[in-house]
């Protein structure tokens, strides 16, 4: 394993009863690095992004964090060491302030809150005016950016995005691009994201992997991407810029 990767997926295979979900699926991040995930109904994608949380025990292959074998452990010793995961379901502390909801994610760790580190990540994704309205109350759009400003709050080193644009504006979309480039070139954090807004994938992320039934279709800049017949015929011919296709 290079040094240079932060997380390592090898030869995953996941089935469900007759169903190969996932079949030989390898992806590798580096740190700083945002790379996407696309692909059509079905391909995998959700699964994957399970089996590298520790939701969801792949049955062939392994997880690396760091070079270090993670593939038995649990959701929570991968938090504990620096993976971070974001879902479609919003999962927020509405009775708390979106404040609070940002301090509270560095408390978990018992070495106190960092109120410095929470006024910076306010200001980047663009919470500073809403940092005492209850999380609660908040439109879709601005819910998202708690998540991803709660889910930053203690510098992760692998943070994993599912479908973080859902519901969100242009203008929101733009503020999350921001957001994302800045903790991925600031902190070093390395960022996947599973986003159904395939335009939003290719102007925000330096490398795009492409699942089709459960196998890895193609992988390369988005140039190359699109560039792809096979990934024009399975996925982006069927796709305007803002169509969903959900995992």
Known sequence: MSETYVLEA???????????ALDGVALRLAPGEVCGLIGPNGAGKTTLFDVVSGIRRPDAGRVLLDGADITRRSPVWRARHGMRRTFQRQQLFGQLTVADNLLVA???????????????????????A???????????????MVELARAAADRPRVLLLDEPASGMTADERGLLAAAVRRLADQDGCAVLLVEHNVAFVMELCSRVVVLD????????????IRADERVRDAYLGTQTPTQSSHT
């Open 213 to 224: 039934l459960g196998r890895v279709l193609a992988e390369g800049t988005p140039a190359e």
């Open 130 to 144: 809403l940092s005492d309205t209850y999380a609660g109350t908040l439109p879709v759009g601005r819910a998202r």
């Open 106 to 128: 560095q408390e978990w760790r018992r070495g106190g809150a960092d109120a410095e580190r929470t006024g910076q990540l306010l200001d980047a994704c663009g919470l500073a």
């Open 10 to 20: 090898e030869g995953i295979g996941v089935r469900f009863g007759g169903i190969r």
